[in-house]
Nanobody
Framework: QVQLVESGGGLVQAGGSLRLSCAVS????????MAWFRQAPGKEREFVAV????????YYADSVKGRFTISRDNAKNTVYLQMDSLKPEDTAIYYC???????????????????WGQGTQVTVSS
């Protein structure tokens, strides 16, 4: 069984930074594509960023491109989301998710992901 635990959320002023972490238990972490999604109140869950198991394929939503950076440390079974130049519209619950991908490909559809964390709240004040 794979378990995901996010941390690092909080309250920050617009223009500030936060770094989210997602620790993953279980074997074969490097075979999982890892993604971050977010869900704001009254809105649907949306894709933020994804990284392939090897770390060679990375994609971002247009809304965060140039401000957010996804990375992973396969030795620590952890994926990160560095969020800079935060805006009030980035306020949401952020979820990490794991998708078994031995082909080292990625997918941005949340329905493809097998495992999810419990979420961490990010609030950006104006």
């Amino acid at each position: 069984q794979v378990q995901l635990v996010e941390s690092g959320g909080g309250l920050v002023q617009a223009g500030g930074s936060l770094r989210l972490s997602c620790a993953v238990s279980g074997r074969s972490f490097s075979v999982y594509a890892m993604a971050w999604f977010r869900q704001a109140p009254g809105k649907e869950r949306e894709f933020v960023a994804v990284i392939s198991g090897s770390g060679t394929r990375i994609y971002y939503a247009d809304s965060v491109k140039g401000r957010f950076t996804i990375s992973r440390d396969n030795a620590k079974n952890t994926v990160y989301l560095q969020m800079d130049s935060l805006k009030p519209e980035d306020t949401a619950i952020y979820y990490c998710a794991a998708d078994w991908r031995p082909s080292d490909s990625v997918n941005i559809g949340f329905g493809e992901y097998d495992y999810w964390g419990q979420g961490t709240q990010v609030t950006v004040s104006s």
